[in-house]
C-alpha cells in the first residue's frame, strides 16, 4: 500500500481518538483483476478493474459505530459517520488485539493477457480436437489482493496474496439433448493445461451416450465436485456460534464419534492459494482438527464465542462483510484422502451412480437436502454405461456420513474446499421410471 494510505490511516486514528473514541479499527481491501473470456471457442473480451474498500470501526463509551468507503473520503467525514452510528448502539466490546507490524504474503509475478491468452486457446483447441461439437467458454482471471488490519492497540497486518483463477465449461447439443460440463482451478502460474482439458475430456467421454436408471436403491460415488454437497452442514454444525445457541446437531458432543471413523477434517489455514494468516479480529490462524478418526475434537470460533465458555478463540472471527460483526468462519476445509484410486473406487461401486455436477442449494444445519443431477453417470460391473438425465438425490448428511464409505485418495480443491471423491450409502435416487 501507498504512503497516501498510510497518511489516511494515521489520520483516521488521531481524529477518532480526538472525538473521543476509545478504541479504533481500520480494516482495508484492495483488489486488482485481469480477466480473459472466452466465449463459442472464441476470445470475447479483456478486462482489468482495481478497487479498494475501507472500513473504520470506533468505540465510544463502549458503542461500536461503522463507515466504509469505497473512494477518496476525508477522514473527518468517516470519523463523523461512524460516531454517529456508534451513538445509536447498545455497548458491545471491542475484542482489540494488541500487536505490531507484521508483513504475510503468498505472492507470485503477475501474469499478462498476453500469457493467458495462448493458454485458454491451447485448452480449447485440445477439447475440440476431441470432441469437435462442442463450445468451450470461460476465462481465467490473475487477481491481486492486499488486506491491511490496523487498530489503536499498535497492530498492523498486511497480507498480499495473488493467485490465477481459471473456469472452462463445455457445452455440447446433439439434437434436443444438452450437455454441460465444467472445471475450475486456482494455480500459481500458468502450468501445463493437460490436467484440465483430461478431465474435461473424460465427463465428455462418459457423457457421449445417455442411458436409464435403473428401478431400485444404489449406492452413490461423489466426485470431489458434488461431495461439497456434504460439507456446508457439517461445517455449520462445528462453528461455536451454532453450538453456543443450540442451532448445532453436535451441541455437547465434543468428544464424541459423531460420523463414520475413516473421516478426519481440518482447517490448513497456510496452504498456498487456499490460506489467510489473520482474521478479522487480528488473531493469527491456526492448523484445526476438528473431527479426528469421527470425533469431535474442537469447535471453531471468534473471540465472543469463545469468551462464554471461558476458552481462546481458535482464530476464525471473519465479518460477513465489513459493517458486520465478525462470526465463526473457517479459512478451508481439508478433508483427509483415503487410499483408493478412482478406478478402484468404480469398482467398488460396481453397480450403482456416480454424481459429479448438482443443481440447487445444497443442505442446511439440519442435514437435510434435495437437490437435481446435472452430470451423473450409470455404473455397471465398475464400468461406467454412459450419462443419466433427470434424477435427483435426496438424503441426511448426518444420516450419509454415519453408514459405510470410502474415500478416494484423488483429492481436489473445489473453491476452498479440499475434499476427495466418496463412495456412500443411504442416498435417495429418483427420476422417470
Request: include cysteine.
Amino acid at each position: 500500500m501507498t504512503a497516501a494510505t498510510d497518511h489516511l490511516i494515521d489520520a483516521l486514528l488521531t481524529e477518532s481518538r480526538q472525538a473521543g473514541a476509545e478504541a479504533v479499527q481500520i480494516h482495508i481491501e484492495q483488489h486488482t483483476a485481469q480477466p480473459v473470456h472466452f466465449e463459442a471457442n472464441r476470445l470475447k473480451s479483456l478486462e482489468r478493474s482495481e478497487s479498494q474498500t475501507l472500513a473504520l470501526w470506533v468505540w465510544r463509551e463502549g458503542r461500536p459505530g461503522v463507515a466504509v468507503a469505497a473512494g477518496a473520503v476525508p477522514p473527518a467525514v468517516l470519523v463523523e459517520k461512524a460516531l454517529a452510528v456508534s451513538a445509536l448502539q447498545p455497548p458491545q466490546p471491542a475484542y482489540l488485539q494488541p500487536g505490531s507490524v507484521r508483513q504475510f504474503q503468498d505472492w507470485q509475478p503477475p501474469i499478462a493477457p498476453d500469457d493467458l491468452i495462448p493458454w485458454g486457446e491451447a485448452v480449447i483447441a485440445s477439447v475440440r480436437q476431441a470432441f469437435p461439437e462442442v463450445l468451450c467458454s470461460g476465462g481465467l482471471s490473475w487477481q491481486q489482493s492486499v488486506t491491511r488490519l490496523v487498530n489503536s492497540q499498535g497492530l498492523d497486518y498486511t497480507y498480499h496474496a495473488s493467485a490465477l483463477e481459471v473456469g472452462m465449461a463445455c457445452e455440447w447439443v446433439r439434437g434436443d439433448d444438452f450437455l454441460a460440463v465444467g472445471e475450475q482451478m486456482r494455480l500459481a502460474t500458468l502450468t501445463d493445461p493437460q490436467p484440465l482439458v483430461d478431465r474435461l475430456c473424460q465427463a465428455l467421454t462418459w457423457a457421449q451416450g445417455n442411458v436409464p436408471l435403473p428401478p431400485g436403491n444404489w449406492p452413490v460415488l461423489l466426485t470431489s465436485k458434488a461431495a461439497d454437497l456434504l460439507w456446508e452442514p457439517v461445517q455449520a454444525a462445528l462453528n461455536g456460534r451454532q453450538v453456543l445457541e443450540g442451532a448445532s446437531p453436535w451441541a455437547g458432543k465434543r468428544g464424541q464419534r459423531v460420523v463414520h471413523p475413516s473421516l478426519t477434517c481440518r482447517q490448513e489455514p497456510h496452504v498456498p492459494l487456499h490460506g489467510c494468516p489473520f482474521d478479522d479480529e487480528g488473531l493469527l490462524t491456526q492448523p484445526l482438527t476438528l473431527i479426528d478418526q469421527g470425533v469431535v475434537t474442537c469447535f471453531y470460533t471468534d473471540q465472543y464465542t469463545a469468551a462464554q465458555w471461558g476458552e481462546t478463540s481458535t482464530g476464525n472471527g471473519f465479518r460477513p462483510g465489513l459493517t458486520r460483526a465478525p462470526f465463526p468462519t473457517l479459512v478451508n476445509w481439508w478433508v483427509q484422502p483415503g487410499t483408493l484410486t478412482d478406478q478402484e473406487l468404480l469398482h467398488q461401486l460396481d453397480t450403482g451412480l456416480v454424481v459429479d455436477q448438482v443443481l440447487g442449494g445444497g443442505a442446511d444445519i439440519s442435514g437435510d437436502f434435495s437437490v437435481n443431477v446435472d452430470l451423473g453417470y450409470w455404473v455397471q460391473g465398475g464400468v461406467v454405461q454412459g450419462r443419466v438425465k433427470d434424477i435427483m438425490i435426496a438424503g441426511n448428511v448426518y444420516d450419509i456420513l454415519q453408514a459405510n464409505l470410502l474415500l478416494g485418495a484423488n483429492a481436489q480443491w473445489q473453491d476452498d474446499t479440499f475434499t476427495p471423491p466418496l463412495l456412500v450409502e443411504r442416498i435417495t435416487i429418483t427420476g422417470p421410471s
